[in-house]
């Protein structure tokens, strides 16, 4: 085998990212008018300039945001009074929420298996919490494939610095040429990797619209899943 480790991103590249943050957030809306009667637009704008404060004031670890704290600082920016029983509440009920609503990518559970049976060593490398991607996957049922999860939160920077690949191969005392990383951004999964020498797989997210000088940054270019097993 060329590589002893494939490391796959999780959002939208082993799930349908799209329909669980959809649902959570209507939920999300609705319980906010209940308790606020905060116009959509209203909320919209509130909900996006306290994630970007987020994010600007703990750029590592913004991923954590729409938890009681990004909600807390909602309030806080709507000039609301705000109830701290209701907020950890909502919180909790948000990610529910989500998880039940995640779904396997076509091909996630074929190719996971043919991958594993072939012998290779799985991880994920995700910018999101912890526990947030543990429920993700215990959700698509397929923690069973993968021995490491790497996230931002353990590691402290984003995979577009290129600190969490030099971290991964460290922990799993390999060579750069060795790995091979696969995920649909471009920036954390293409870019930072191939900085160091690790080969990259671009799966492509049919929401967003490459270029052909981002799709030519990588190795591989598949279009699902299944995809990977041809080339590998």
Same mark, same amino acid.
């Given at each position: 085998?060329?590589?002893?480790?494939? +490391?796959?991103?999780?959002?939208?590249?082993?799930?349908?990212?799209?329909?669980?943050?959809?649902? +959570?957030?209507?939920?999300?809306?609705?319980?906010?008018?209940?308790?606020?009667?905060?116009?959509?637009?209203?909320?919209?704008?509130?909900?996006?300039?306290?994630?970007?404060?987020?994010?600007?004031?703990?750029?590592?670890?913004?991923?954590?945001?729409?938890?009681?704290?990004?909600?807390?600082?909602?309030?806080?920016?709507?000039?609301?009074?705000?109830?701290?029983?209701?907020?950890?509440?909502?919180?909790?009920?948000?990610?529910?929420?989500?998880?039940?609503?995640?779904?396997?990518?076509?091909?996630?559970?074929?190719?996971?298996?043919?991958?594993?049976?072939?012998?290779?060593?799985?991880?994920? +490398?995700?910018?999101?919490?912890?526990?947030?991607?543990?429920?993700?996957?215990?959700?698509?049922?397929?923690?069973?494939?993968?021995?490491?999860?790497?996230?931002?939160?353990?590691?402290?920077?984003?995979?577009?610095?290129?600190?969490?690949?030099?971290?991964?191969?460290?922990?799993?005392?390999?060579?750069?040429?060795?790995?091979?990383?696969?995920?649909?951004?471009?920036?954390?999964?293409?870019?930072?990797?191939?900085?160091?020498?690790?080969?990259?797989?671009?799966?492509?997210?049919?929401?967003?619209?490459?270029?052909?000088?981002?799709?030519?940054?990588?190795?591989?270019?598949?279009?699902?899943?299944?995809?990977?097993?041809?080339?590998?």
């Amino acid at each position: 085998m060329k590589y002893k480790l494939i +490391a796959f991103d999780l959002d939208d590249t082993l799930n349908d990212g799209t329909k669980p943050w959809r649902v +959570a957030y209507e939920w999300l809306y609705e319980e906010w008018f209940q308790k606020y009667h905060t116009d959509k637009d209203l909320f919209d704008h509130a909900f996006n300039k306290t994630r970007a404060g987020l994010k600007e004031k703990q750029p590592e670890k913004y991923m954590l945001a729409i938890r009681a704290l990004h909600l807390s600082e909602m309030v806080n920016e709507l000039e609301y009074e705000i109830d701290w029983f209701w907020i950890e509440k909502i919180s909790k009920q948000y990610w529910e929420i989500f998880l039940e609503n995640v779904n396997p990518r076509e091909g996630l559970y074929e190719t996971l298996n043919e991958l594993k049976n072939r012998g290779y060593k799985l991880v994920v +490398a995700t910018d999101f919490s912890f526990d947030i991607q543990l429920g993700k996957l215990n959700s698509l049922m397929v923690t069973k494939y993968f021995s490491y999860i790497y996230t931002a939160e353990e590691i402290g920077s984003l995979k577009k610095t290129c600190e969490m690949f030099e971290y991964i191969l460290k922990h799993e005392h390999i060579k750069p040429s060795e790995m091979l990383m696969i995920g649909d951004n471009v920036k954390g999964d293409i870019i930072a990797p191939k900085e160091l020498g690790i080969d990259t797989c671009l799966i492509r997210n049919k929401f967003y619209e490459y270029s052909e000088d981002e799709m030519n940054e990588a190795t591989y270019r598949i279009e699902g899943l299944v995809d990977l097993l041809k080339i590998i």
